[in-house]
Each structure stands twice: as structure tokens, then as C-alpha cells.
């Protein structure tokens, strides 16, 4: 069966810090791999998406990046974190689909990101 | 890309009661997902309705679907304190990319 894990769970990391989230998928091949970030009490922005290695879409500039150096992994980073980087992020995969779409997502369990 | 929009943005029930959650969007859809989170958690994945579906069942879920006024409600039947969660609906724009509403908070109470 297909698992996917997330990690660290919480971190707490001082303005201008690095971060380096990263999340790895197991039991498939070739998914789509995403990261979302959730402010407290909202809905869930897209940062990034990836359809194979090395190959990232960014949704929304800002101060992070994203590499998948492996077929099943996804890292999160940033090379100086600001308050606003706080919150909640989740990893997700999903079957790869090059057609209409129609498959749901896997979530990872998140990384709780508190930028003091 | 469009996102959903979740109504109301909470709700509270009585164990044993149904909960109904509405989604609204405004251009066609591929598909349209029902999503759940408990606090701090991630989100697990409840049903998929496809456009040229109008109605689909799972348990004690039931997801409609009408494109022609371009929402989707979420029914929870006889629901339980376990219930209590977010619930999000989810659309699918292109490469299945999915965008988020911002969730409807269940709570119910015993």
C-alpha cells in the first residue's frame, strides 16, 4: 500500500533561519507531489507541484523553493524565513494524470512551522 | 484557477442528527472531492463526483452534485461526536491541481 511520510511534525525556527521540510512517498511510481501551506483557521494555498524530477511549478512567489531530487521525494525550503512563513504545511501525492484529472490526494500528517 | 466556496463556515449538531455542507463554484468543473481534517492533522480524502455524476454515496456520506447551478452539498447522516472535523471541498483545474475552499467546521455535540 502506498504511504507517505512528512516530517518534522512541529518546528519552531528563528527569522531568517533555513528550513528544509521534506516529505517522501512509498508503494508508487511516478506521482504528482504537491505542497500546501494553511494559515490558522483557513483554507489550503498551493506553493508547489511537481509532475516528475526536477520538474517544479511555483504558484505563488515567495520565499521558498522546492526540489525533487527522487521520484518519490519532496523537499521544502527556504534559505531565510520571515514571520510570515508560519504556519501549517502539508505534503500530498496523487496518481500521476495527464488527462481530466479525477484522483484524489494522499495527505501527509504536516509540519507545524512557527517563525520567531 | 477557482476554488470553492464552503457553506456555512460552521455548524453545530447534536450527535445523531444530519449535517449538511454546501459548495458553490463558478466555472465548469472535471471533478469535484470532499475532504476532511481533524485538528492539526492532515486532510483525508472522502468522495470524488465526477461532472457527469449527480450523486454519490459512501457510508453515512452522500454527495450531490448540480453543474447546472454549479454546487455540491455533502450530507452526513446520523452523525457522531467523531465527526467533528473541517470539511473542505476541492476542485480540479488543470494536471490535477487541486484548489481548496476554506472548509466548513463541524462540531458535534453529545
Known amino acids: 500500500s502506498q504511504t507517505i511520510h512528512q516530517w518534522p511534525a512541529t518546528l519552531v525556527q528563528p527569522v531568517g533561519s533555513p528550513l528544509s521540510l521534506e516529505c517522501t512517498v512509498e508503494g508508487t511510481s511516478n506521482p504528482n507531489l504537491y505542497w500546501y501551506r494553511q494559515a490558522a483557521g483557513r483554507g489550503l494555498q498551493l506553493l508547489f507541484y511537481?509532475?516528475?524530477?526536477?520538474?517544479i511549478s511555483s504558484e505563488v512567489p515567495q520565499n521558498l523553493s522546492a526540489s525533487r531530487p527522487q521520484d518519490r521525494q519532496f523537499i521544502l525550503s527556504s534559505k531565510k524565513l520571515l514571520l510570515s512563513d508560519s504556519g501549517f504545511y502539508l505534503c500530498?501525492?496523487?496518481?500521476?494524470?495527464?488527462?481530466?484529472?479525477?484522483?484524489?490526494?494522499?495527505f501527509g500528517s504536516g509540519t507545524r512551522l512557527t517563525v520567531v | 484557477s477557482q476554488q470553492g466556496e464552503e457553506d456555512p463556515q460552521a455548524l453545530s449538531i447534536q450527535e445523531g442528527e444530519n449535517a449538511t455542507m454546501n459548495c458553490s463554484y463558478k466555472?465548469?468543473?472535471?471533478?469535484l472531492q470532499w475532504y476532511r481534517q481533524n485538528s492539526g492533522r492532515g486532510l483525508v480524502h472522502l468522495i470524488l463526483i465526477r461532472s457527469n455524476e449527480r450523486e454519490k454515496h459512501s457510508g453515512r456520506l452522500r454527495v450531490t452534485l448540480d453543474t447546472s447551478k454549479k454546487s455540491s452539498s455533502l450530507l452526513i447522516t446520523a452523525s457522531r461526536a467523531a465527526d467533528t472535523a473541517s470539511y473542505f471541498c476541492?476542485?480540479?483545474?488543470?494536471?490535477?491541481?487541486?484548489?481548496f475552499g476554506t472548509g466548513t467546521q463541524l462540531k458535534v455535540e453529545l
Open positions: 466555472t465548469s468543473i472535471n471533478n
Open positions: 500530498a501525492w496523487s496518481v500521476s494524470n495527464r488527462g481530466r484529472g479525477g484522483y484524489g490526494y494522499t
Open positions: 476541492a476542485l480540479t483545474g488543470g494536471g490535477n491541481k487541486l484548489t
Open positions: 511537481s509532475v516528475g524530477i526536477g520538474q
